[in-house]
């Protein structure tokens, strides 16, 4: 069992940036993958930035050069820092990991970016 939970979130102006913050309530070295998806009103949740075990990184095409995904294993958090917000990136943002053949999700933080 893992759970997550974020924080960060908030409003902000076109062009400002955001860190969100992802802690586990366990070691995330030990995770298959950690990340973070958004799912924006009337649309399917989707990935933004995953982390694997294998040190792959893995980012949406509409935030690769703005959004970077990073962790500090010693607090067990995975963070998102996203610089040069869209409107287009308004949503809620979960954090998402996989632990042997379970998946697990953060409540969600808000984000919301005015134009």
């Known amino acids: 069992q893992v759970h997550l939970t974020e924080s960060g979130g908030g409003l902000v102006q076109a062009g400002g940036s955001l860190r969100l913050s992802c802690t586990a309530s366990?070691?995330?070295?030990?995770?298959?993958?950690v990340g973070w998806y958004r799912q924006a009103p009337g649309k399917q949740r989707e990935l933004v930035a995953q982390?694997?075990?294998?040190?792959?990184?893995n980012y949406a095409d509409a935030v690769k050069g703005r959004f970077t995904i990073s962790r500090d294993n010693a607090k067990n958090t995975v963070f998102l820092q996203m610089n040069d917000l869209k409107p287009e990136d308004t949503a809620v943002y979960y954090c998402?990991?996989?632990?042997?053949?379970?998946?697990?999700w953060g409540q969600g933080t808000q984000v919301t970016v005015s134009g």
């Open positions: 998402h990991a996989e632990f042997l053949k379970d998946e697990y």
């Open positions: 366990r070691s995330i070295f030990g995770l298959n993958a």
């Open positions: 982390t694997r075990i294998s040190g792959r990184l």
